[in-house]
C-alpha cells in the first residue's frame, strides 16, 4: 500500500504532448479516477506510472521512491487492462497463479493466495475451468484476480469494464468498488465514462488534451466546476449552456438569453455585478429544469417558454428535449409530466443551481 506521486510529468510523442505537466498526489488506499474524453492522455498517464512509456520530463512516485528508472516488474503495482489477456490453454487458477510462478513463489503460498482472491470475486467454483468456459464478467473477474493475488501496493485499471454489456458493466463497478474497501489498497482506474467515475471514486482527475482540469471529489466537481469543460463532462445527461449576456435591470441582475430573461438570485449579484454588459455563458443542468406542476417548492424558480421537440420516458423521469432561440437543450422532469412533440409548454429553472462562465477564458464565474 503506497501513495503516488506525478510531479510535473510530461509524456511527449514526437511533436505531440500527451501529458502535459501533470502534477497529482494520490493518496494511500485512496480510489482515483482519470477520466477524460478518447485521446486526452489518462491512458498514457497511467502507463507512465506502470512503466510502460517512459516519461519525457517530471517525477514520479510510489510511496517515497521515484520510478522514473525502475523497470515496471519492480515498481510493486499490477495492471488489469481493458483485454481480459487470459492464457487460453491454462486453468483459471494457472492464470492468476502465472505471475507467482515466474517469482518463485512456494506452491502453498501460490494455492492460498489464489484461494483467497477467488474467495473475495466469488469464483472459486471457476479455478479447473479454461477462459473459453467463462463469460465475460467472469474473465474480467479472473483478470482482476490475477491482480490481486500479487498483494501489490498501487491496483492500476484501465477501462476494465469496456467489454461488458450495459447490465453487467453496472454489477462489476459495484464488485470493484467492494474490492477496494476489502483490500484497502490503492486503486488508480482510467475511464472516459463519467458515470463510472462518479459513482466509484473518492475523487476524480479530469483531462483533456493531456492538461489536467480539475480534481476533487465527484460531488464538488458536480455542484461546482471550475471551468465549461468539466461541467459539460460531468453530469449525465450534461449540463445545458446558452449564450447569454449579464444585464442589470434597476435593482435587478438578469441573464439576458435574447428571446429570454432570468433573474439572478439576490445572493449570487455581488458575484456577477462585474459581468454586466458582458458576453457569458449560463449553464443549467437537465435536472434542474422542472415541470411547474411538480417543481420542488424550495427552489428559486425562473419561468422559461419553450417547444418540445423529442421526449424520451425513462420510467422514473421522462428526458424532454426542448427548443428555445433555435437551441435545444434536455430537461430531467416527473414522470407524471404530459409533455407531447410539439407542445408549447412553460418550464422553471432553479436558479440556485444556476451557473456562469467567463465566454472568453471558459472559466467559471464565482
Not at 472459486?124 to 490475477?146: F, H, I, T
Amino acid at each position: 500500500m503506497a501513495s503516488v506521486t506525478y510531479d510535473h510529468v510530461y509524456k511527449k510523442f514526437g511533436d505531440v504532448i500527451a501529458v502535459n505537466d501533470l502534477s497529482i498526489e494520490i493518496e494511500d488506499k485512496e480510489f482515483l479516477v482519470l477520466v477524460g474524453p478518447s485521446g486526452c492522455g489518462k491512458t498514457t498517464a497511467l502507463r507512465c506510472l506502470a512503466g510502460l512509456e517512459d516519461i519525457t520530463e517530471g517525477t514520479i512516485k510510489i510511496g517515497d521512491h521515484v520510478v522514473n528508472d525502475i523497470a515496471p516488474k519492480d515498481r510493486d503495482i499490477a495492471m488489469v487492462f481493458q483485454s481480459y489477456a487470459l492464457y487460453p490453454h491454462m486453468s483459471v487458477f494457472d492464470n492468476m497463479a502465472f505471475g507467482l510462478k515466474l517469482r518463485k513463489t512456494p506452491k502453498a503460498e501460490i494455492k492460498t493466495r489464489v484461494e483467497q482472491a477467488a474467495e473475495i470475486l466469488g469464483i472459486q467454483q471457476l479455478l479447473d475451468r479454461k477462459p473459453r468456459q467463462l463469460s465475460g464478467g467472469q474473465r474480467q473477474r479472473v483478470a482482476l484476480g490475477r491482480a490481486i493475488v500479487r498483494q501489490p501496493k498501487v491496483f492500476l485499471l484501465d477501462e476494465p469494464l469496456s467489454n461488458l454489456d450495459a447490465k453487467l458493466r453496472v454489477e462489476t463497478r459495484a464488485n470493484i468498488s467492494k474490492l477496494h474497501q476489502q483490500l484497502q489498497t490503492t486503486f488508480i482506474y482510467v475511464t472516459h465514462d463519467q458515470v463510472e467515475a462518479m459513482t466509484m471514486a473518492s475523487r476524480i482527475a479530469v483531462i483533456t488534451n493531456g492538461i489536467l482540469q480539475q480534481i476533487d471529489t465527484p460531488q464538488v466537481l458536480y455542484d461546482t466546476p471550475d471551468n465549461l469543460f468539466v461541467a459539460g463532462f460531468i453530469g449525465s445527461p450534461s449540463m445545458n449552456f446558452f449564450p447569454a449576456k449579464i444585464k442589470k435591470d434597476g435593482e435587478k441582475l438578469l441573464v439576458d438569453g435574447g428571446t429570454f430573461t432570468l433573474e439572478i438570485p439576490a445572493e449570487r449579484k455581488d458575484v456577477y455585478m462585474p459581468y454586466v454588459d458582458k458576453s457569458v455563458t449560463f449553464g443549467i443542468r437537465p435536472e434542474d429544469i422542472h415541470n411547474p406542476e411538480f417543481a420542488p417548492p424550495s427552489i428559486i424558480a425562473q419561468p422559461l417558454e419553450c417547444d418540445v421537440d423529442v421526449t424520451e420516458l425513462m420510467g422514473n423521469e421522462i428526458f424532454v428535449y426542448l427548443k428555445v432561440n433555435e437551441q435545444t437543450f434536455i430537461a430531467r422532469v416527473d414522470p407524471r409530466s404530459r409533455y407531447h412533440v410539439n407542445d408549447k409548454v412553460q418550464v422553471v429553472l432553479n436558479m440556485n443551481n444556476m451557473h456562469i462562465f467567463d465566454q472568453e477564458t471558459e472559466l467559471a464565474v464565482r
